[in-house]
């Protein structure tokens, strides 16, 4: 077996054994991202860190090596006429001068770059970088590997006559530090590891911390799809979550208004068949039953009176379906209200649009709009409604101008339509005032098939408001919807 498919082999049953959970996902991405960048940071600092000690023994070989040039030029200034042969006499008793008052190694150079004189007595040899540029007349220095600690060459060049006449170099063991950064390494790599744990400790608590609000929403649709309805989800933790929980209990509310909704609408179609049945059944049976008479009977009036009942048994039929229908269209197919989250400001342009004729045939002007605004209402019952209301206008008041605005409030969002023309009759409003809506519904009914009084009706079951206010200069009619947040608000 090659390493492919073995390798494919270990990822499908560690996938299988452990399945990939957002919480493992964001767990690993956190950790592979950290720990890589701590070592990075790592790198850096230690790297930062060694060349700054490096450069601090270089700057305090650079000051020590001035006053060594300065004994070394001025101990050789006795000659002026040879001084390189006065610096080669004199090496064996600068350089351990040197070394004793400096602390370190010393070693002087001719000016061809020969060994003169070394502090200590040693075989090793090194490079001679640093001497070839400080006989150029250039301080130098360079940095050697050793088996103990790295080295510090240090060379300065050594004057007479405006002229190199030799070098002094200094030969620097970083001991010291090289311990420091070792120390500092270890204090480095202990804490990166101290920090990877607490890295891992963290990223775990906040990978759970994510992952359980999202546990908990996954068991409230666990429920909700078991019909518990009624459950919520407070998560705190977060505001992002705090407003998702917010929305999802809303969500939660909705449905089960909905679901409310649907269980009445099939308790009155239940009703209503009900109804039907029982209604329809008496003429219904006496209708057959005279039918079935017809047949065995012999005298012409008996046929006749027969016909007669069948004919009166027809007609009451008749009057009680068209009853019952009248009662089903006012009583419950328009009562039936399923709220959504809509826009108002368009369901307003759409319902302006479509009497825009009729307006402009009346010379009726139109100021204002409803803003873009999303809020709780059933879309087709609310669309009758303002074209209701806009025939009404156009029909009854004899207007010239309808001017709409609105006004949003915590809980509402108010839409206003106002127009210029006569106003309404006092007894009207007064009785609109006091009247209850549905005993009204079924004795009165305007433009489009809507009354006033079932307008109001079905912003009330929409869980909003409908008032009107006249007076002889015009009509003002209100319309309250809730807001989305407050939809628990409807009963």
């Known amino acids: 077996m090659t390493l492919k498919p073995f390798m494919v082999l270990v990822t499908n049953w560690i996938n299988k054994k452990y399945p990939m959970t957002l919480q493992r996902k964001l ?146 063991p970083l001991k010291k530090e090289t311990d420091l950064l070792i120390n500092i390494n270890v204090v480095f790599l202990t804490t990166c590891f101290l920090l990877s744990i607490i890295a891992i400790y963290v990223v775990g608590r906040f990978s759970r911390s994510l992952s359980r609000p999202i546990f908990h929403l996954s068991e409230m649709a666990k429920r909700l799809s078991e019909g518990h309805y009624g459950t919520k989800i407070d998560l705190a933790d977060y505001e992002e979550l705090k407003e998702l929980s917010h929305s999802f209990n809303v969500m939660a509310k909705a449905i089960e208004f909905n679901v409310s909704q649907l269980e009445s609408e099939k308790t009155k179609q239940k009703d209503f068949l009900d109804r039907v049945t029982h209604e329809l059944k008496t003429p219904l049976t006496a209708i057959l039953g005279y039918s079935r008479l017809i047949p065995k009977l012999q005298k012409q009036i008996d046929i006749e009176q027969s016909l007669y009942y069948i004919l009166t048994e027809g007609e009451r039929m008749l009057r009680l379906i068209e009853e ?3 009662q089903s269209k ?23 649009y479509i009497v825009k004729p009729a307006l402009e045939k009346q010379l009726i002007s139109v100021e204002g709009s409803i803003p873009a605004v999303y809020i709780v209402m059933d879309t087709d019952k609310t669309k009758q409604i303002l074209l209701n209301i806009f025939d009404n206008i156009v029909k ?96």
């Open 27 to 172: 767990k690993r991405t956190i950790l592979f991202l950290l720990i890589p960048l701590m070592f990075l940071l790592y790198a850096i600092v230690m790297t930062q860190v060694k060349k700054n000690v490096y450069e601090s023994a270089v700057s305090s070989l650079y000051t020590i090596s001035i006053e060594a040039q300065a004994y070394t030029m001025n101990y050789i200034a006795h000659n002026q006429q040879n001084p390189e042969q006065s610096l080669q006499r004199s090496a064996s008793l600068i350089a351990p001068f040197l070394a004793k008052r400096m602390n370190t190694r010393v070693q002087v150079f001719s000016k061809n770059g020969d060994l003169l004189a070394d502090s200590e007595r040693s075989t090793l040899t090194y490079p001679n970088q640093d001497i070839n540029k400080a006989l150029d007349g250039t301080k130098a220095y360079t940095f050697q590997k050793t088996t103990s600690a790295p080295l510090l060459l240090y060379s300065n060049p050594v004057y007479a006559n405006e002229q190199t006449v030799g070098v002094v170099r200094f030969l620097y």
């Open 324 to 326: 019952l229908l009248k």
């Open 330 to 352: 006012f009583g419950q197919s328009h009562f039936t209200i399923s709220p959504t989250i809509s826009d108002i400001g368009k369901l307003a342009a759409d319902s302006l």
């Open 396 to 491: 009854h008041s004899d207007a010239a101008c309808i001017r709409l605005y609105s006004k949003q409030e915590e809980a509402y969002f108010h839409v206003f339509i106002e127009d210029d023309g006569i106003g309404m009759d006092e007894a009207f409003i007064a009785e609109w005032q006091a009247a209850p809506a549905l005993q009204k519904a079924f004795s009165t009914s305007f433009g489009n098939g809507f009354g006033l009084f079932i307008c109001r009706e079905l912003m009330k079951q929409q869980g909003g408001q409908m008032d009107i206010f006249s007076s002889e200069t015009g009509t003002l009619v209100k319309l309250s919807f809730l807001r989305p947040s407050h939809v628990q608000n409807i009963k």
